[in-house]
């Protein structure tokens, strides 16, 4: 299979799109245009850039659009046609408009709108890490307190750009030097591009977007946010919401690559001037296996937020194998931040239509005998599952109703299910905090407090005031669980709804009243809930006042 691989900033160079400009018949055509739009000589900054221009990220991401389109153009005239399509952050609006997700004009358009939104954003700076892996880089930055940096790129196993506070960044560079890098390089960039500090760019991009439409892709575009597969389903919610989130998140281009390579893709054609991407490409074969993605359907029938969720143990997914068989967006792991890991996994069962599970339930299977003695061990739904997971949530039975979105997991369902000795969570995604109220009150009236339930809190990068306000609500009417969704990264309003109300013990035993379990598509995800809550958030709600000092 072939894969055309879009560069992105760091590619450009004086000259580029030189043999492209009189070739292509589209830019002929839309020179003027796009002159009018930009408001300067695209083809004169790219040939003569007498001002110097070329290297501002508000210059730069407009031309390499342009230039990478028309090598697009040129091979497609030429009547090649991709099996798939990716690009290197910039590069992956040029890989969305040889899907067909929009025309030429609106892709110049919005990285236009994006190169100048990320010009403006002055703080920070960025250096590239190479002879340490992430996880690596990681412990080095945490071990010394530099807790503001993030992973830009995982451009390669061998080679990551670091992002954040350039008194941070500064620092890093002794620090990763002891840890045992080869090389840790400045780069020379306005700011820190795919970081924290790019959320108020953001917030403004994604408020830009909002009158756009898009169009279904009709060549697979993977994503630099999942390092997977673009969904077909909802183009337009679906292209913002990577758009805006590829801003602040890192570039997945190692697993990008992996996962290909597991699709078995076979070559690899840089799309674009340079060969920046040939390189990594390169290293990446000879640094990582291949990512096997087994029966993987990224569709949706419903927006993002209303995810199926599949229960396992963390430690059960194998690092290069993960199998996805639903069709979901995207497949998503449950992982219970609360419990520890279990040494056993829970024990799946399958009941016909006709199955009652009641109070003194049949046996549903019987082993034969064994060591030679012939007795009948019974297995009973309430048996199945793991029993600390049942203690922890007060269940009778080891099942869980996940949120769907918009009231699908409706308040009659949590209620039922909590009847029954199992949890339901109500399916908040899409409803106003009055309606959540209306919700949570009717369950609270049909349900006692021996009863299990639950709420669904959705992370809201563009709006996270309405986070805040619906934990306010959780917290105010005492919900203990709750289903966290859609995160990619720590929150202050997730940290205080998992730390409001602990306390020690007189024995000396911790009580943690609020649970979270979370809805997770990464496995770097999943880790981010199984590890303590970050310092300086926990610092921030002691100062704001939203913890004390002994919850903290």
Not at 107 to 112: A, H, I
Request: charged share 20%.
């Amino acid at each position: 299979m072939n894969v055309y691989v879009f560069p992105g900033q760091g590619s450009q160079e004086q000259g580029m799109g030189q043999a492209l400009f009189d070739e292509v018949a589209e830019f002929t055509i839309w020179e003027p245009e796009i002159d009018a739009l930009l408001g300067y000589s695209l083809r004169q900054l790219c040939l003569d850039d007498a001002e110097q221009r070329l290297k501002q990220t508000q210059y730069t991401q407009p031309a390499l659009y342009v230039v990478n389109a028309l090598h697009y153009l040129k091979k497609r005239a030429e009547g090649a046609k991709p099996d798939y399509v990716a690009g290197h952050s910039l590069g992956e609006y040029d890989a969305l408009f040889a899907a067909g997700a929009f025309d030429f004009m609106t892709g110049l358009r919005l990285v236009q709108k994006r190169g100048a939104l990320m010009a403006q954003s002055k703080e920070g700076s960025m250096a590239a890490v190479v002879g340490l892996g992430p996880e690596q880089i990681s412990e080095a930055l945490q071990a010394n307190g530099l807790l503001e940096i993030d992973m830009a790129n995982y451009n390669a196993p061998s080679q990551t750009v670091i992002s954040g506070p350039s008194a941070e960044i500064s620092q890093a560079e002794a620090v990763l030097n002891e840890a045992g890098a080869r090389l840790v390089i400045p780069l020379q960039v306005s700011a820190a591009f795919h970081s924290r500090l790019m959320v108020p760019a953001a917030e403004r991009f994604a408020e830009f977007l909002a009158p756009f439409e898009f169009k279904a892709l009709a060549i697979p575009v993977i994503a630099n946010v999942t390092a997977r597969p673009y969904p077909s389903a909802h183009p337009t919610e679906t292209i913002k919401k990577m758009l805006v989130e590829q801003i602040t998140h890192p570039v997945q281009w190692t697993d990008t690559i992996r996962y290909l390579l597991g699709q078995d893709a076979t070559d690899f054609e840089e799309v674009g001037p340079g060969a920046v991407l040939t390189g990594l490409v390169r290293r990446i074969k000879q640094e990582a296996t291949p990512l096997i993605v087994t029966e993987e359907t990224i569709e949706a029938e419903l927006p993002p937020e209303a995810e199926e969720i599949v229960t396992v143990e963390p430690s059960s997914i194998p690092a290069e194998t993960i199998t996805q068989t639903e069709p979901v967006y995207p497949k998503t792991q449950a992982v219970n931040a609360n419990a520890e890991v279990e040494d056993d996994a829970a024990t799946e069962a399958a009941f016909a239509e006709d199955t009652a599970i009641e109070e003194n339930a049949e046996t549903i299977a019987t082993p034969p005998p064994t060591n030679g003695h012939n007795f009948l061990t019974q297995i009973t739904a309430e048996s199945l599952g793991s029993a600390a997971f049942k203690a922890d949530y007060g269940l009778k039975y080891a099942y869980i109703a996940g949120a769907m979105y918009k009231g699908i997991a409706s308040k009659e369902l949590v209620v039922a299910m909590g009847k029954a000795g199992m949890i339901g969570y109500l399916g908040t995604g899409g409803m106003s905090l009055a309606e959540i109220e209306a919700n949570l009150r009717y369950i609270q009236a049909a349900l006692d407090e021996d009863y299990p339930y639950g709420m669904n809190l959705l992370a809201n990068l563009i709006q996270p005031e309405i986070e805040e306000q619906t934990v306010d609500l959780f917290l105010r009417y005492s919900i203990r669980y709750i289903e966290a969704a859609a995160y990619m990264q720590m929150t202050p309003s997730l940290v205080r709804y998992r730390l409001t109300g602990i306390r020690r013990n007189p024995d000396g035993t911790i009580t943690v009243p609020n649970h979270i379990l979370a809805k997770v598509s990464r496995p770097e995800v999943a880790t981010l809930f199984m590890q303590p809550a970050p310092q300086r958030y926990v610092d921030k709600l002691v100062a704001q006042g939203q913890l004390t000092v002994k919850e903290a």
